[in-house]
Structure formats: C-alpha cells, structure tokens
C-alpha cells in the first residue's frame, strides 16, 4: 500500500504501492490524482523569504511575537541583501522564515518593497542536486533566473523559478552546502 513509512532514525520515508521508497532524483510515482509525477530531487521546504525594511527590528518581531530563534544572519553583497533565518521551531529542521532587508535601494528586495510593500517574497525548496534540478525544469520549459546557480545563505547554492513559470511565486531551489 502507498504511503508514508516512519523510520525512527531516518524519518518519514514516501513508499510506493509495493513498499519500496520513492524518494530519489529519478523516481516517477502516482499521486493522489493518479498522474505520474517525477522528481525533480525536491527534500522539503527549506524556508519561506520574507522582505522587510529593517532587519533589526523584524528579528526582533519575531522573536518576541513568535518565540522565534535567530539561527543565523549575514550580508550576501551579490543578493543585495542582509539576511537572517530564524527558526520557526526548537529545531531549524522544522522550518525557517528567512528575512530579507536590503542592502541597496537598486537591489532585488529594494524593488520589491518599493512595488509590493514587506511581505512573503519566496518559497524556497532544498533540492539534493541543484545542477540536476535545473537540468530537469529546463528540459520541462522552465525558466530559471541565472545561467548557473549563485551563492546563498551559509555557503549553500541557489537558483530561482521565473515567477511567470511557477504560478506567480518565485520560488527558490537551495543546495545547502556540503558541510550542513
């Protein structure tokens, strides 16, 4: 039977009708709907961005408001933006909000609060491979914000969904780097 297997050690784990796992960057299952879906190698959410014009007084917001923890803050010149993750739980592997403030008025996120106003600005996916993510959206006719994935947050490298291609949402694929 289709399903979610738990395994103490390792966590949930997908299974297909005859049991065996679904997880892995060539697998191709039915879902719910019936319709063959394969992987692009999505794990899980990794965060969800938000834009903010002081990042000093959003950490704060959502420490007091939420009982959030700032896990991690840092100034990636390239993004333009100042950023910190702040978890949404005990454990970051539960979730992140990632907050962005600008580091410029031209930048990305300076745009963004200019047209938008503070708010959700991405959801972000981790991806196991992102050079084989990006292989498999492209060959799907999915555009991708770089030719080759950037630096991001802690080490880890990224690339975008042009929000055209993806319902409106820009969505972020993240390849946390290979120490965490």
Known sequence: ??????????????????????????????????ALVATIGLSGIDHVGVAVADLDEAIEFYQRVFGMRCIHVEENPEQGVREAMMSVGPDPAGGCVQL?????????????????????QQVAYTVTDLATASEKLRSRGV????????????????????PRDAGGVLVELVEPAADG
């Open 1 to 34: 039977m289709a399903g979610t297997r738990h395994d103490a050690a390792a966590g949930p784990r997908r299974t297909g009708p005859d049991g065996a796992s679904t997880a892995g960057p060539d697998i191709t299952a039915p879902d719910i709907t019936g």
């Open 143 to 162: 555009r991708l914000l770089y030719p080759v994935p950037r630096r991001g947050t802690a080490g880890s490298r990224v690339n975008f969904i042009h």
């Open 100 to 120: 962005l403030a600008p580091l410029t008025p031209g930048s990305t996120i300076a745009r963004f609060l200019d047209r938008s106003g503070p708010g959700i």
